[in-house]
Nanobody, 124 residues
């Protein structure tokens, strides 16, 4: 079973950038599709982006298209989320998730393994 650990969160001003990293261990990382989700206080967890095992296909929420980029390095068992032009509404806990059946779904229940999350706060 794969374990996921997120890092890279923090406090940034609106318009700034952050890069989140998710390190995987304990499984065959390249077998999994990977996704990022986020959850703001009082709101449901929402899809941000997903990428397949070979990086040939990715999927983004409309709210982050053109600003966020998901990528992965199978040699380093890592998936990244580069976040540019951040907005206060991007403030949330960001979670990394692994999906055995690689549908790149936007539904959280389609993912099998989850990290503990990293806080991103964007000030106005």
């Amino acid at each position: 079973q794969v374990q996921l650990v997120e890092s890279g969160g923090g406090l940034v001003q609106a318009g700034g950038s952050l890069r989140l990293s998710c390190a995987a261990s304990g499984g065959t990382f390249s077998r999994y599709a990977m996704g990022w989700f986020r959850q703001a206080p009082g709101k449901e967890r929402e899809f941000v982006a997903a990428i397949n095992w070979s990086s040939s296909t990715s999927n983004y929420a409309d709210s982050v298209k053109g600003r966020f980029t998901i990528s992965r390095d199978n040699a380093k068992n890592t998936v990244l989320l580069q976040m540019n032009s951040l907005k206060p509404e991007d403030t949330a806990i960001y979670y990394c998730a692994a999906q055995i059946i690689p549908t790149l779904s936007s539904r959280a229940r389609a993912y099998d393994h989850w990290g503990q999350g990293t806080q991103v706060t964007v000030s106005s």
